[in-house]
Antibody, heavy 118, light 108 residues
Framework: EVQLVESGGGLVQPGGSLRLSCAVSGFTFRTYDMHWVRQTTGRGLEWVSGIGTAGDTYYADSVKGRFTISREDAENSFYLQMNSLRAGDTAVYYC????????????WGQGVLVAVSS | SYVLTQPPSVSVAPGQTARITCGGNNIGSKSVHWYQQRPGQAPVLVVYDDSDRPSGIPERFSGSNSGNTATLTISRVEAGDEADYYCQVWDSSSDHWVFGGGTKLTVL
């Protein structure tokens, strides 16, 4: 059974940092691209960042230069280092597996809440 | 950047057909994917590559894509289909993955 489990969320002050983790099981992690998608309260989904099997990385314009995505295949995990956090980054963050030859998200985690507030 | 436009809400009576649109410039040239999100839950892929269904998704869910509009069609709507639905594409020109704003389906 494919499982993705996020951790590392919480309350942080503006300008602060957090590191999200996504631990996966049930599939050969090193052969899949992995992404982060967020959802603000009562709003829609927003793609945040992605990492390919070769370590190539992609970022939404709203987080480029502040967030860093990484992966550790030996640990079946990938991460999102979030720096210089802003109130607008407050959201539920989902990790997701990329399917459909790199286009869609076929499995999602349950989500973790990041709240940026003083 | 590429923009996907969805109606904020669609309402349908049980047993009827719901159609949710997703508009984008020449979206017919892209692969469109659809997700269902029930309150408090993570999104679930219900249609991928315009019209294919993942295993476990009922045949009542179907999709089409042509020109500037993609459509998710839910036949014989049930109360359990009440949820938010999002379309999504990969924009090759920017290497960005893009979501529509979402449509809330209400079953009357």
């Amino acid at each position: 059974e494919v499982q993705l489990v996020e951790s590392g969320g919480g309350l942080v002050q503006p300008g602060g940092s957090l590191r999200l983790s996504c631990a996966v099981s049930g599939f050969t992690f090193r052969t899949y691209d992995m992404h982060w998608v967020r959802q603000t309260t009562g709003r829609g989904l927003e793609w945040v960042s992605g990492i390919g099997t070769a370590g190539d990385t992609y970022y939404a314009d709203s987080v480029k230069g502040r967030f860093t995505i990484s992966r550790e295949d030996a640990e079946n995990s990938f991460y999102l280092q979030m720096n210089s956090l802003r109130a607008g980054d407050t959201a539920v963050y989902y990790c997701a597996r990329v399917g459909c030859d790199g286009d869609c998200y076929d499995y999602w985690g349950q989500g973790v809440l990041v709240a940026v507030s003083s | 950047s590429y923009v996907l436009t969805q109606p904020p809400s669609v309402s349908v009576a049980p047993g009827q057909t719901a159609r949710i649109t997703c508009g984008g410039n020449n979206i017919g040239s892209k692969s469109v994917h659809w997700y269902q999100q029930r309150p408090g839950q993570a999104p679930v892929l219900v249609v991928y590559d315009d019209s294919d269904r993942p295993s476990g998704i009922p045949e009542r869910f179907s999709g089409s894509n042509s020109g500037n509009t993609a459509t998710l069609t839910i036949s014989r709507v049930e109360a359990g289909d009440e949820a938010d639905y999002y379309c999504q594409v990969w924009d090759s020109s920017s290497d960005h993955w893009v979501f529509g704003g979402g449509t809330k389906l209400t079953v009357l």
